[in-house]
T-cell receptor, first 113, second 107 residues
Framework: DTGVSQDPRHKITKRGQNVTFRCDPISEHNRLYWYRQTLGQGPEFLTYFQNEAQLEKSRLLSDRFSAERPKGSFSTLEIQRTEQGDSAMYLC???????????FGEGSWLTVV | GQNIDQPTEMTATEGAIVQINCTYQTSGFNGLFWYQQHAGEAPTFLSYNVLDGLEEKGRFSSFLSRSKGYSYLLLKELQMKDSASYLCAAHTDKLIFGTGTRLQVFP
């Protein structure tokens, strides 16, 4: 257990439905990252926050994806109108600004049927 | 552009030594992470190199050459449980990952 929590761990949804994932980082970590990983690939960057500010969003991220970190603590990642290609593991990670270790949560598996 | 390269697959024998290489091209480079990832699980931290040179941590060591854009992870006294994917990641303002090296350890 790294201290980064993600919920739900598994989600099966029908195509076209909306899904939301939550990440609770380690409490003193002010940077929070979202990644997506498919089978046989490394994690792919989606977006990251410095406290409550979203500093960067991948160009690969379509308008169906949105992320928030309203109070600089937990974060949510919402996928609207899910497609089968969204099936992946969604990973959250956090780090202190002055830290040298980025910790990952256990991931949220999404299956779109 | 930003690019991380590492071999896709490697095999080794229990008790042996294996070196997994990684080359990178990024802007704003801070350091190089190595993570281990077992199938179906999240990545777990192994090492972080900021300065050139070798850092040893038990059976695992990691090396960095910033001038060459090169790193390697050295695993000694391999055990069956070391069968996993090993991810190289360049630390800029975020982590940029390679595709990972799948290591299979045979008895």
């Amino acid at each position: 257990d790294t201290g980064v929590s993600q919920d739900p761990r598994h989600k099966i949804t029908k195509r076209g439905q909306n899904v939301t994932f939550r990440c609770d980082p380690i409490s003193e970590h002010n940077r929070l990252y979202w990644y997506r990983q498919t089978l046989g690939q490394g994690p792919e960057f989606l977006t990251y926050f410095q406290n409550e500010a979203q500093l960067e969003k991948s160009r690969l991220l379509s308008d169906r994806f949105s992320a928030e970190r309203p109070k600089g603590s937990f974060s949510t990642l919402e996928i609207q109108r899910t497609e089968q290609g969204d099936s992946a593991m969604y990973l959250c990670a956090s780090i202190r600004d002055t830290g040298n270790t980025i910790y990952f949560g256990e991931g949220s598996w999404l299956t779109v049927v | 552009g930003q690019n991380i390269d590492q071999p896709t697959e490697m095999t080794a024998t229990e008790g042996a030594i294996v070196q997994i290489n990684c080359t990178y091209q990024t802007s704003g480079f801070n350091g190089l992470f190595w993570y281990q990832q077992h199938a179906g699980e999240a990545p777990t931290f192994l090492s972080y190199n900021v300065l050139d040179g070798l850092e040893e941590k038990g059976r695992f060591s990691s090396f960095l050459s910033r001038s060459k854009g090169y790193s390697y992870l050295l695993l000694k006294e391999l055990q069956m449980k070391d069968s996993a994917s090993y991810l190289c990641a360049a630390h800029t303002d975020k982590l940029i990952f390679g595709t990972g090296t799948r290591l299979q350890v045979f008895p």
